[in-house]
């Protein structure tokens, strides 16, 4: 839990350069990786709550098992769900706010039972502490896509480890 709550401090961090965009690394501008990133936290964690413990039921999954070894997910190989883009005007207010409610998601998701957990398209069936992982790597994912576009834009090289 630590990493993620690092992570989203990190994000903190590059509120200020929200309105940065490079199209060579991403059609979407800073602000966007980050509400993003805050969406997918605050809804899975939602979904994780609400979940009933007693009807989780763990299945290997190929891709889950490569992208949690790897801690990597590649880039452009799926879009979105609805859901978590973002459509409101984005500042660095609401940036802020946003990073708030995902730190009081965070608590939320820690206080949820072990085997409480939220269907991925991809990975299938994720417990809490499966999720935690999964959010991580995610939150890890858009970090360095924000590194790259602010890399290029202030030519500067940028730390994204907590």
């Known amino acids: 839990m630590k990493l993620i709550e690092a992570q989203l401090n990190a994000l903190s961090e590059f509120i200020k350069f929200y309105d940065h965009q490079n199209p060579a690394i991403s059609n979407a501008s800073v602000g966007w990786h980050i509400e993003h990133s805050l969406l997918v936290i605050k809804q899975i964690t939602s979904t994780v709550a ?12 190929f891709k889950r098992f490569w992208v949690f ?3 990597y997910i590649p880039r452009g190989k799926t879009q979105a769900p609805k859901i978590v883009i973002p459509n409101k005007v984005l500042s660095m207010d609401s940036l802020e706010e946003s990073i708030k409610n995902s730190f009081q998601a965070l608590i939320y998701l820690k206080n949820c ?3 409480q957990y939220f269907l991925h398209p991809f990975f299938g069936a ?12 995610h939150t890890h994912h858009h970090l360095k896509i924000i590194k790259d576009i602010l890399s290029w834009s202030l030519h500067v090289k940028v730390s994204i480890e907590p």
Request: proline letters at 7%.
């Open 69 to 71: 070894f790897l801690n």
């Open 126 to 137: 994720l417990n809490r502490d499966q999720t935690i992982r999964f959010l991580s790597i």
């Open 50 to 61: 609400q979940s009933d413990p007693k009807l989780f039921k763990s299945k290997f999954n």
């Open 113 to 115: 039972e072990p085997n």
